[in-house]
């Protein structure tokens, strides 16, 4: 593979570069890099970056997403030159804001698509870095002992009774969930994947912190949780007995590496997106203490045993993950949520356990009136108040929940979903008793 740095085009970047067998060129003194990724990974690719760029110093401004954007945000951009770090929302807004110079690459050794999933940006300003996966983290060893099926699919966390024993992870609380739902809800399709995590949010705890969603199955409170793929193998790596399962249907999305508009430092820059790029820079990403996913297919042949290909994942579907559009949709999500789900966990665990009851009397005993009944209620368990048309439509009055973008309307929507909702499932639960065999 030809260097990234010899394929970005020059006019583009405003400066030409020297390339030969061997021959030396001169880079800046020094790169300033932002990023949010943990020390533990940003050491290792300084390091490394610095052993092959000697004479050019590795400066790290260390920001969250939302400092990151304030800053970038500045006539100089604080005088960053790269932005990498693991932020899915922020490059496509940045991007749009006009914070990036465009890139090219090479499509042949870097595809910009995992799985079926498009996962650098399409108009060239930012490209992805490595990625995670999202799915579930499982102890079986535990799911043995009670008497559980493991779960290899999203649709087998509804039909399975869990009895307090799965972990889901409360929405807008928790920063993986918004994509991990929006995945869920994308392959499931909208109405029957709100369905889908009704029914199964009434037989789960709900777990308000990122790292406590897989830590419940570490520690044992839980036997199965939905995740991001790095904390589970972090535990796997740690020698817990755990295992990490991907849905056939799932999304492996990515951490993402720009060059700024303003960076004083453009040939540095270039030459550490060039790295973190080339087949080193995605090898290192193997490592015990990193454990990501490349994105260049072909350095899995160096990877360790038992490290899953996402660009080869057995038993996997074909399944287009629509990644920008979910990431208009995390804020509506996390809303639905809330009224769905967070606020009313209790009446829906006493509406799916009726439910369930008149299922399991209506399989011992049939009887068409009742398994009429039975069915009616199930279709009105799972409402939800925004129609997978109207979503999109929608989406914007909750991106970011934060600021003070129609407050009003976002109360008034809300205050109507949660009178549509009670009704809804009030009458679902009168059904499921009806359905259930006289005394």
């Not at 889908?196 to 790292?211: I, K, Q, R, T, Y």
């Not at 406590?212 to 790596?237: H, K, L, Y």
């Not at 976002?410 to 009030?426: F, K």
Request: hydrophobic share 45%; net charge negative; with cysteine.
């Amino acid at each position: 593979m030809r260097p990234l740095i010899d394929r970005i085009a020059a006019p583009l970047l405003g400066c030409i570069l020297m390339f030969g067998s061997g021959a030396a060129w001169a880079l800046e003194d020094r790169v300033v890099v932002m990023t949010s990724y943990p020390d533990e990974l940003v050491q290792r690719y300084e390091q490394a970056f610095e052993r092959a760029n000697p004479g050019t110093d590795l400066q790290i401004v260390w920001k969250p997403s939302r400092d990151a954007a304030a800053e970038l945000a500045k006539p100089d951009q604080g005088g960053v030159d790269v932005y990498w770090t693991p932020s899915l929302g922020s490059f496509p807004r940045m991007r749009d804001a006009g914070a990036f110079r465009p890139l090219a690459v090479d499509r042949a050794v870097l595809p910009g698509v995992v799985d079926g999933q498009v996962v650098s940006d399409r108009q060239g300003f930012f490209e992805a870095f490595e990625v995670a996966g999202y799915g579930l983290i499982v102890n079986p060893a535990a799911l043995e002992r009670d008497k559980l099926t493991q779960p290899a699919t999203w649709r087998d966390l509804a039909t399975t009774r869990w009895k307090g024993r799965l972990a889901l992870p409360i929405a807008g609380q928790v920063g993986f969930s918004g994509a991990l739902y929006d995945i869920l809800l994308q392959a499931e399709d909208w109405e029957a994947g709100w369905a889908l995590l009704g029914e199964a949010a009434a037989d789960a705890m709900l777990v308000g912190s990122g790292g406590q969603v897989s830590e419940s199955v570490v520690t044992g409170e839980a036997d199965v949780a939905v995740t991001v793929d790095f904390f589970a193998r972090s535990a796997i790596a740690n020698g817990h007995p755990v295992a990490l399962v991907y849905p056939p249907r799932t999304a492996f999305l990515p951490a993402q590496v720009a060059i700024t508009r303003a960076a004083p430092h453009p040939d540095a820059a270039r030459a550490f997106v060039d790295f973190v790029l080339s087949a080193p820079g995605q090898t290192l990403l193997f490592h015990p203490d990193i454990r990501r996913y490349p994105v260049r297919p072909d350095v899995y042949a160096q990877a360790p045993a038992g490290t899953v290909n996402p660009f080869r994942r057995a038993g996997a579907e074909p399944y287009a993950y629509d990644m920008e559009k979910g990431l208009g949709r995390h804020g509506l999500i996390a809303a639905l949520f809330d009224s769905l789900i967070a606020e009313r966990q209790d009446r829906l665990k006493t509406l799916w356990g009726a439910i369930h009851d008149a299922e399991s009397a209506l399989a011992a005993k049939p009887d068409p009136d009742r398994a009429t009944l039975a069915a009616k209620a199930r279709a009105l368990a799972g409402f939800v108040p925004v129609a997978g048309a109207d979503a999109d439509r929608l989406a914007p009055s909750f991106q970011d929940r934060r600021s003070n973008r129609n407050p009003e309307e976002r109360t008034a929507l809300q205050a109507a979903w949660s009178a549509r909702i009670d009704a809804v499932q009030a009458e679902a639960l009168d059904l499921a008793r009806r359905a259930l065999p006289a005394p």
